[in-house]
């Protein structure tokens, strides 16, 4: 990726200048999933809030292009790390911009001492593919879910 990036820190001051990326990526396919503005601002400004959280974005002329986010645990071995959220925008995609986010990602991470990495994505989507070509793999935990 030859791309000119810099590297954003996210955090609650300027996670809402992520939302139309948000949209731009989770609005169309193959996740067609409806976001409007107001709930995605309240989405990611929700996620800054929480204890650990931490992210990075990708900037190309000043604008985001990719974003990452989610927040640390301490578990039982050290810190894990849950990705909530991670996009790129639809015309950079599969083009490395990804790649070279969560490798930046995780070098962060491991300065603060993080040892492991999990999140959820659906198996048909490209994304399961992109996150098994960073070395992710599927794990024994099932997610359950209930509408009430």
């Known amino acids: 990726m030859t791309q000119p990036f810099a590297t954003a820190v996210l955090t609650a001051a300027n996670i809402a200048d992520c939302a139309d990326l948000y949209l731009g990526v989770f609005n169309a396919p193959p996740w067609n999933d409806g976001w409007e503005h107001g709930a995605v601002v309240e989405r990611l400004t929700a996620f800054m809030a929480f204890p650990g959280a931490r992210g990075l974005a990708?900037?190309?002329d000043g604008a985001?292009?990719?974003m990452v986010l989610g927040w640390k645990e301490r578990w039982v071995n050290g810190w894990t790390f849950h990705i909530k959220e991670m996009c790129v925008t639809?015309?950079?995609q599969r083009q490395g911009a990804g790649a070279v986010l969560m490798r930046a990602l995780e070098d962060v991470l491991r300065t603060e001492g993080v040892v492991s990495l999990n999140?959820?994505?659906?198996?048909?989507?490209?994304?399961?593919?992109?996150?098994e070509g960073l070395g992710y793999r599927k794990g024994r935990v099932v997610m359950l879910g209930k509408t009430i």
């Open 58 to 60: 990708l900037l190309l």
């Open 64 to 66: 985001p292009v990719a």
């Open 90 to 92: 639809r015309h950079l």
């Open 119 to 131: 999140l959820q994505t659906l198996e048909e989507t490209p994304a399961f593919g992109f996150y």
